[in-house]
């Protein structure tokens, strides 16, 4: 698993795991492997050292229902994720001041384990851009880039 990247979805309607499906399909052309889970739990994922997020965000600024339990036992049990590099996609609604935090928590509570970020995430606002497979097209590159300086190249 050294080698996969490990694409971990939290949707509420299904949006964020349709550019996971996306996102997995570009990677893969790139030559990586892949592995794609919706809300899964620790134990699926504990082995990975390369994650993509791909998240909305629920509610007042949460994670969805199907991603929150995995970030809960992250911050309230995992000593350390000094090995695991992540990226992280966040889809929010501008309308809402907590636009996109989701996005922020993820970010904070892997940082808070000594994960490290690849590059900065990306923020698809749903009011602006009906076409999210392209946003996430325009930011690939930039994560192709950083994954070809590391181990999975």
């Not at 997995?24 to 990586?32: H, I, P």
């Not at 892949?34 to 050292?49: E, K, M, N």
């Not at 509610?59 to 929150?68: C, H, R």
Request: aromatic share 10%; charged share 20%.
């Amino acid at each position: 698993m050294k080698n996969t990247i490990c694409i971990i979805t939290g949707s509420t309607l299904g949006s964020a795991e349709y550019l996971a499906e996306y996102c997995e399909d570009q990677l893969q052309q790139q030559g990586y492997k892949t592995a794609l889970l919706h809300g899964p739990d620790w134990q699926t994922v504990q082995d990975y050292r390369e994650w993509l997020i791909i998240t909305s965000t629920h509610g007042a600024g949460e994670l969805p229902d199907n991603l929150y339990p995995l970030f809960e036992h992250i911050e309230n049990e995992v000593d350390q994720l000094d090995q695991l590099h992540f990226s992280v996609i966040g889809l929010g609604n501008s309308d809402y001041d907590t636009f996109c935090f989701a996005v922020d928590k993820v970010e904070q509570i892997l940082q808070n384990k000594q994960a490290k970020k690849r590059h900065p995430s990306l923020k698809i606002d749903v009011l602006q851009s009906l076409d999210h497979d392209q946003q996430a097209a325009e930011w690939l590159p930039n994560l192709y880039d950083q994954l070809s300086k590391s181990c999975l190249s």
